[in-house]
């Protein structure tokens, strides 16, 4: 078994400790690990140019305009059986850098979709794709944050294994936490946290999880969350009702308060049938029905770039007004 530890903080600061705490913990459970500090990696913003998610459709490949250790990055988490990203809390929220590998992250490496591929390859006779990436995984996520602004951060780390559906085992924050590695009750934490990661990673190899069956298996070592199927507490609420959506997974339904006086999401088939599930963004039936709209939709797009109309409406608003250059362009 092999654990991977990723840390987004500065360089042997309090992220890089935490995530070695963890590292080492998994270590004495007879794992391998691995540790990447992912500022010492060249990690580009993806730039929304969609060839990753035409790439999958279409039958052509994986592929992503950016050159730089984004892929490298994405093949290591892939060969792990389980990871931990421990990442600073600077606002609230996931660390910018956080953010950006969650975009590469997005529709480029989608289980579902990479699944179109491999059959679309198979069907031209060519050799599919690594079976590795259909195998199920185990992720764990910790925010560190100095104060006590952190409660936006469990979604944005959980968005991360989003894409692929893989399976979160603990995602939580600490705060005030500055002193950190002198508070015990943090660090033994860590190492729950990391037993739990190896645990679950030992569980998958066992049992050979894939992503795609796996919609009805828990391997969630948390406090009970208010959804009940991705255990998230982020939810947007539509003004002037109780219809909610889970910020994480995507379930529509109802938010009730149960008679204990907690908010409990509640699943409204009057809203969405069958939406338990079927329509959750991290199983492989929600993830089929996203990756046809966007099968749909890039072929209208296409087809739109073709449209004289299209054509005159964009040159008109392109000369609406000229770029203002930035400094580090200017002669």
């Given amino acids: ?197 190896v645990e679950a990673a030992q569980y998958i190899i066992d049992t050979d999880m894939q992503v795609e069956g796996s919609e009805n298996v828990s391997l969630w070592k948390g406090t009970e969350g208010a959804c009940p199927h991705c255990q998230g507490n982020a939810f947007y609420i539509f003004p002037g009702t109780m219809h909610c959506v889970c910020e994480y997974c995507g379930l529509e339904g109802t938010l009730e308060v149960s008679e204990s006086g907690a908010f409990k999401f509640v699943n409204d088939e009057s809203i969405v049938p069958n939406g338990l599930l079927e329509h959750a963004h991290d199983v492989m039936t929600g993830k089929f029905a996203h990756g046809q709209d966007i099968f749909e939709n890039e072929g209208r797009l296409i087809d739109l770039y073709k449209d004289p109309a299209f054509k005159a409406r964009k040159a008109h608003y392109t000369a609406v007004c000229e770029l203002t250059t930035p400094p580090s362009k200017e002669k």
């Fill in 1 to 197: 078994m092999k654990i991977l530890g990723v840390s987004l903080g500065t360089k042997n600061g309090n992220n890089d400790t935490m995530c070695r705490v963890a590292l080492e913990a998994a270590r004495e459970m007879g794992a391998e690990i691995e540790f990447i500090h992912l500022l010492d990696w060249d990690i580009q913003y993806c730039s929304g140019c969609v060839a990753c998610s035409r790439g999958l459709v279409m039958g052509k490949g994986m592929i992503c305009t950016r050159k730089d250790d984004f892929k490298t990055f994405y093949e290591k988490i892939v060969e792990a059986d389980g990871v931990i990203m421990v990442d600073p809390i600077f606002e609230s929220g996931a660390s910018g850098l956080y953010h950006v590998i969650t975009d590469r992250m997005g529709p480029g490496h989608d289980t579902g979709m990479l699944k179109m591929l491999d059959g679309k390859l198979k069907e031209q006779g060519k050799e599919g794709l690594n079976p590795r990436y259909f195998r199920q995984k185990a992720m764990a996520f910790v925010g560190i944050g100095g104060s006590d602004w952190a409660v936006r951060c469990e979604t944005d780390h959980a968005m991360f294994a989003l894409s692929q559906g893989w399976k979160i085992v603990n995602n939580e924050y600490f705060s005030w936490c500055k002193d950190v590695i002198m508070q015990d009750d943090k660090i033994e934490r860590m190492k729950q946290i990391a037993k739990n990661l």
